[in-house]
């Protein structure tokens, strides 16, 4: 469905992306996870035609991008872009001509699609007075509107709360049973767990591209948790053997480069500040996988 090769961009001195390859099956949720500036953005815009790479090439169904059919391609773009002192309805009306359908297949399509997004009691309400996660919902239903192959959204859920990113997110999945083939990128390393297949991707480098499964069976060592009275964040700051740690209050989560040796460098440690500890290994989560991959490669 999509075919990125060797693309690279950069603005000026900055590299945003520098030799991108990817493939993108039909049957995908693909996830494109990263954090800030990493490059997302703009190989979304590439991958849609709206920007030139300046090498590498796009295949997007067989063909370039700015050959297909745009009712083929729903993009959703990263900042709120609707009118804001339009109503839901009016939104969906005024994206839907844009495309130049007529209204009765407008109107049709926009119940099926407010039905599925929980819009429907809200359609008269302005957009501009909608909560966060209704916003992209709307947003959403208006990349929706011609009925595309290939739904393209960046960071969808970008600070909107835990409980419509699942909405969200079972919208996502509604549509990819539907057949659609969905590419979304995200900061949440939690989302990174929901998707089929998974990108990293860090200051323009793919780190790693498979599915979560695969993804995390080569460190299922390598993560361990320690309880311990202890209460500083930066307790383990100085062990040579741990790549990250996160601090959760009662317990760490430390990323070790050796299950083994991480263990035994652990308990050592603990028993030279004379603290009593239990130290567990346990399976990564990606966003534990994403500090290995990125320390793999700095
Ligand atoms: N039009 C532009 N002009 C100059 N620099 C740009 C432009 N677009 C992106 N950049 C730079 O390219 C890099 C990648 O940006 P991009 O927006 O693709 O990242 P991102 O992963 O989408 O980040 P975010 O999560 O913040 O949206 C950044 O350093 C950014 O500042
Ligand atoms: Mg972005």
Redesign the pocket.
């Known amino acids: 469905m999509i075919v990125v090769e060797n693309i690279s961009k950069s ?2 001195s ?1 590299k ?2 520098d030799q991108v390859s990817l493939q993108v099956s039909q049957q995908d949720i693909f996830g494109l996870i ?12 590439i991958i849609c035609g709206l920007m030139d790479p300046d090498q590498g090439q796009v295949r997007l169904m067989g063909q370039n991008p700015d050959k297909i059919d745009r009712q083929n391609l729903g993009y959703m773009p ?1 900042r709120f872009s609707l009118y804001g002192d339009l109503t839901i309805e009016e939104n969906i009306n005024f994206f839907g001509s844009l495309y130049s359908l007529k209204s009765s297949v407008i109107n049709q399509r926009a119940e099926e699609i407010l039905d599925i997004t929980g819009l429907t009691p809200f359609k008269n309400r302005l957009a501009g007075s909608l909560s966060g996660g209704m916003k992209q919902k709307l947003a959403l239903t208006c990349a929706l509107i011609t009925r595309p192959a290939l739904l393209i959204l ?2 969808p859920t ?1 600070g909107v709360d835990p409980q419509s990113r699942k909405d969200f997110w079972r919208i996502l999945y509604q549509l990819n049973h539907q057949g659609m083939t969905i590419l979304v ?1 995200t ?1 949440y390393m939690d989302e990174a767990e929901l998707c089929t297949r998974v990108a990293f ?1 860090n200051q ?1 480098h793919i780190l790693a591209c498979d599915t979560p499964q695969n993804l995390k069976s080569p460190f299922s060592q390598r993560v361990l948790e320690v309880r311990t009275v202890c209460q500083d964040p930066h307790f383990f700051d100085d062990l040579e053997e741990i790549e990250g740690s996160s601090f959760f209050g009662y317990k760490y989560r430390l990323v070790v480069s050796d299950g083994l040796k991480g263990k035994h460098a652990v308990q050592s440690y603990l028993n030279a500040k004379e603290l009593a500890g239990s130290i567990e290994t346990v399976p990564p989560g990606m966003e534990d996988i994403f500090v290995i991959l990125t320390g793999e490669n700095s």
Do not use: N, V
């Open positions: 603005f000026a900055i945003a992306l990263g954090p800030d500036s990493a490059g997302k953005t703009t190989l979304m815009r990263q960046d960071e970008y990128s900061p991707i323009g």
